[in-house]
């Protein structure tokens, strides 16, 4: 169904609305916020965090004005919904659980290639151990705040900062040699 079209049904009916919005797009958020938190989560979290992308996308309703398509615009919100969820569980980030999210209409050799560096990267950080890995996949990958992180990790904010600058400084040497681009 067209967006227009839904969006006008669920104004109308909201529970005729939102039960079709539901059977086209739950596979699609669950498949969004399972990738971020199956390492972490159980399945009722992950459950409870798609029913909140529905109702977060109901109650903003009135204010949606459409700049990308539905699909679109529930994909963010699960994304940013299960890194809130993520959030508040605090802990360690597993890194076997991390993935590179890719456009839609990507080419499959531009797709593998991204992977490919998503997962040379990913090597580099495993390699710098803990708490540089933590620091950069939280600053990095989760969207936390050096404050936050710090806060998280027992650190100062400035110990976050420098630690991060100098594993970037690090990461970047790393695959730049690796890479062939030697410095």
Do not use: W
């Amino acid at each position: 169904m067209r967006d227009e079209k839904l969006l006008e049904l669920i104004r109308a009916d909201a529970n005729a609305g939102m039960e079709r919005l539901i059977r086209e797009y739950s596979g699609l958020v669950f498949t969004v916020c399972r990738a971020r938190l199956e390492r972490v989560c159980d399945s009722s979290e992950i459950e409870d965090c798609v029913s909140e992308v529905f109702l977060k996308f109901y109650a903003g309703l009135g204010a949606f004005k459409p700049k990308a398509s539905i699909k679109t615009y529930l994909c963010v919100l699960a994304r940013n919904l299960s890194l809130n969820c993520l959030r508040k569980r605090g802990g360690a980030v597993p890194l076997e659980g991390l993935s590179v999210e890719l456009p839609a209409g990507s080419d499959a050799a531009e797709e593998a290639v991204k992977r490919r560096l998503f997962e040379q990267v990913l090597d580099e950080i495993k390699r710098m151990g803990s708490p540089d890995s933590e620091i950069l996949i939280r600053k990095y990958y989760l969207g936390y705040d050096s404050k936050t992180i710090a806060r998280e990790l027992g650190m100062t904010v400035s110990n976050v900062d420098t630690r991060a600058h100098r594993a970037m400084a690090r990461l970047r040497k790393a695959l730049g040699e690796e890479n062939g681009n030697k410095h």
